[in-house]
């Protein structure tokens, strides 16, 4: 049983602005968490500023820096472990997650993609790379998806979308603005709403 609010580490690789949403959510009692820990797959990230100026402890974790990948999974790991984390939140990680780090938090392990899943999914596919594609396809609407993570980059099951229109004028950069700030609501609400519970137990 996780006591609230529950103990959150969140991923990032770059700027943050997801782990500014979580953090004013969670500021404003709208989240049952409280960010603990932000780890960052670059040590240039502006997120770990973010995270500073709100005192959180950070970590980089860069596998490449340890003698085997399967050394730097079981720091991980221990890390996660000895700060007692309840769940995690990738908010623009853009490394793929250990296998072990998956297990272990299989179901409590959730991602913000910025399109509308199933489509627009997979390795490569994050950023503008995501944008560029959905303007070339025609579709008329994109949006964010969170989703639970599983092995396979963009695969786990969808807990909730948003919707945007996309526009004939639209370019790469105003799509990921209308995009990025339904991202802004979606993912504290449906975080919360997965660690109240209010999502059935199915994980796959």
Same mark, same amino acid.
């Given at each position: ?26 500021? *404003? ?20 500023? *973010? ?111 948003a919707r945007v229109p996309v526009y004939p004028c639209d370019t790469v950069d105003t799509l990921a603005?209308?995009v990025l700030a339904e991202e802004h609501k979606l993912y504290p609400r449906v975080l919360d709403n ?11």
């Amino acid at each position: 049983m996780i006591t609230l609010p529950a103990r959150l580490a969140v991923f990032i690789s770059g700027g943050g602005s997801n782990l500014q949403a979580l953090i004013d959510a969670s500021k *404003r009692g709208e989240l049952a968490a409280r960010i603990v820990w932000v780890v960052s797959s670059s040590s240039s990230a502006y997120g770990l500023e *973010r995270a500073a100026m709100e005192g959180i402890e950070t970590f980089v974790f860069e596998p490449k820096a340890y003698p085997t990948r399967e050394l730097a999974e079981q720091d991980l790991l221990t890390r996660l472990s000895e700060r007692h984390i309840d769940f995690i939140a990738l908010a623009g990680y853009l490394k793929m997650v250990p296998n072990t780090v998956v297990r272990a938090y299989r179901g409590r392990m959730v991602n913000i993609h910025p399109a509308l899943l199933p489509r627009y999914g997979g390795k490569g596919m994050y950023g503008h790379f995501v944008h560029e594609a959905v303007i070339a396809s025609g579709d008329m609407e994109s949006g964010p998806t969170v989703h639970l993570v599983d092995e396979v980059y963009d695969n786990g099951r969808i807990l909730e979308q948003a919707r945007v229109p996309v526009y004939p004028c639209d370019t790469v950069d105003t799509l990921a603005a209308r995009v990025l700030a339904e991202e802004h609501k979606l993912y504290p609400r449906v975080l919360d709403n997965l660690i109240r519970g209010r999502y059935d137990k199915q994980t796959d």
